[in-house]
Every structure is written in structure tokens, then in C-alpha cells.
């Protein structure tokens, strides 16, 4: 990766900007941690859950035909590659609030070589008194947006806190690498409910200046007709690698919402099919960008290898999960409340 650029720095000095914000609480219930079933831990599904589903949902005026598929050709030029992805993590709650923690990681590959840069843990601790600050500093002072009301709940704020990271993240990204392709996990989809179009635009606009096309993978998305009727398995019972263009197809009601051209595809023959979005670079095509990110990335069940490693390095396991809980009960010098699950006091066996 190139030089360190201003959004990187800004990265860095992060945990200065929570320490300053970090209230005072005396005692905290940590959440319930099983170190017996180890998995990674991310909470952004479950603070965003009814958000994701309309965010994610391209409505399309017809139906897909098997003839509009188109074959992606394996190509031997190699670029530049680099991933982005965040994670946030309920340690538990406080008298005063909710504590948690974030992380952000980017993952670069340049002449086949693989470089980790990973941005934190930031521990956070969000109450009603600072949850207005916070968002103040990341609007006004990081993306130069204009001031709105945050989110009532303390929980979207949390996950307003970590799609802010995650897009400073990815100009950080965006600017680390030179004619190659920056991957994002999700969409290119703007005027959502967390991100304005003028934060993705911008985003894409510094990759496009170092010669960067920029690829968004959605691991969930859903193609619907006016009808409101599902399209399941778009490229499933084709057997090679290859892609359609759904752009065209798209409500027009809702095209203003996509900041890149949507595409359906399906990176290896065995591999799952994939929602897709381009933003290439100047005089690139986008079936030119997906042959290039084939020719230069490695797949696992047809997924881009590199995202898949921002996803490693970004999570939490069970076991920094207590560590983090320690560290803040012994800096913070917080009371621990015994911790338990309610649902399996009062349902247990069923339903706990």
C-alpha cells in the first residue's frame, strides 16, 4: 500500500476522539459470552435488521432472460486489489448506556503480495449525553455533512457509528492503491437510511482519481418484480462463470438510488451468484472490471478472497470479546452486574 493519506490518519486518531467522548458509568452487565462455541461475532445484522432488507432490494419492471447471461472471460492481466470491512460488538450495558466496540480492516494485494492494515478496537461507550456528539463529529467533521438529529435508539446509533467507519475505511482504500480495483462489501446503493449519495460519490470520485474502479459484493440482496414476486437462483444451473446486467431493468422510480451499475454474477463455476455493483474507472468497462477482478483474485465458493480476509480480520471472536469487557471494567473501573439470559430463566427449554 501507498503512503499514509489524511483518512487514514483520521482512523488513527479515532480512539483519541472516543476516549474524549467516553462518560462516566460505575457499572456495567457484560454480555454473555459461551467460549465453548467459538464463532465470530459481528452485531451490524441484528442493530440494522429491518433496514437491510429495503436498502438492498432492487425492484426490477421485468423478468431476466437466460439469453441476457453473458460468459466472464478468464483474462492473465493482474491488478492491484484491495478490501474493506467493519465490524461492531455489544460488550454490554452500562448505568449509563451501551458499550462497544468496533473495528475496521483493510486488506491489499499488490504483486501478489497480501498486506493487513487493521484499525482498532475502538472502544466506545454510548449514552444519551454523547450520542448527539459523536454523530455531530462525524458528520460535520469528517464528511462535511450538515447536522441532523442521531438516531434515538443507543443501538442505531452504534451501528451509525460503525457505517462510518466503514466508509472512511473505504476512502482510505481508495486511495492506498493506483489503477486497480477497491472491493467493498455491500452495495454502491446511496440516499439509503445510514449514508447519503454524497458520501458514496465522493468515495468513488477519490477512487476513480487514482485510476480505481470500485466493486460492492452483496452477500444479501433481493431482485423482485413489480409484481413483488422473488427471483431466486438467477445463475444457479449455469455452469461457468459469468454475469448479467440488470441495470436496465431496474424501476425507474428507483435508478437514482445507485451509484454504480447493478449486475448479477457468478465469479467461478461452483461458486454462489452474487448482487454486484460498478463504478469502473475511466475508459473501462464493467464486464472489463469483473474479468480483471477474476484474473487477479482468488475465490472461495465463489466469493473474492480478499473481502473474505477483511471479514476475518474485522470480526470479533468470543475471546476478545471478554478481553474487551476486562479491559474496560479495569481502566473504567466499572462494577460488574452478575450476567444473565432472562429468556432461558423464564422458557427454558423452549425458546432459550
Known sequence: MQHKNKYHDELEKLIDIFEREFPEAELLRPRSIKLDQFTYLNDEEIDKAEEIETD?????????????????????????????????IRLGETDEGLLSAFRAAIIAQTNGEMKCDVFGPYVVHITENNRQAIYDYFRR???????????????????????????????????????????WDGSLTGRTIDTPEKVIR????????????????SKKSWLRLLTGEQLL???DNIPNSCYIDIHSKICTKDMKRFTGRVHVAKFTPDGFSFRVDVSPASKLTCSRVLELLMGSSAFYNGYPELLRQAHIHAYFTPNEVLALQTYAIDKYDLEVIRTFDVRRHLLAPFGA
Open 56 to 88: 438492498e432490494t432492487v425492484i426490477l419492471e421485468r423478468k431476466l432472460e437466460t439469453k441476457e447471461v453473458k460468459p466472464l472471460q478468464v483474462v492473465s492481466e493482474k491488478v492491484p486489489l484491495i478490501a474493506v470491512d467493519t465490524s461492531s
Open 202 to 217: 465522493e468515495a468513488l470520485d477519490l477512487a476513480h482519481s487514482q485510476g480505481n474502479s470500485v466493486v460492492a459484493i
Open 141 to 183: 467533521e469528517v464528511f462535511g455533512l450538515e447536522l441532523i438529529e442521531a438516531p434515538t435508539l443507543l443501538s442505531k446509533v452504534m451501528d451509525r457509528i460503525r457505517n462510518f467507519l466503514e466508509r472512511l475505511a473505504q476512502r482510505t482504500a481508495a486511495l492506498s492503491i493506483k489503477n486497480g480495483i477497491v472491493l
Open 233 to 235: 437462483g438467477l445463475l
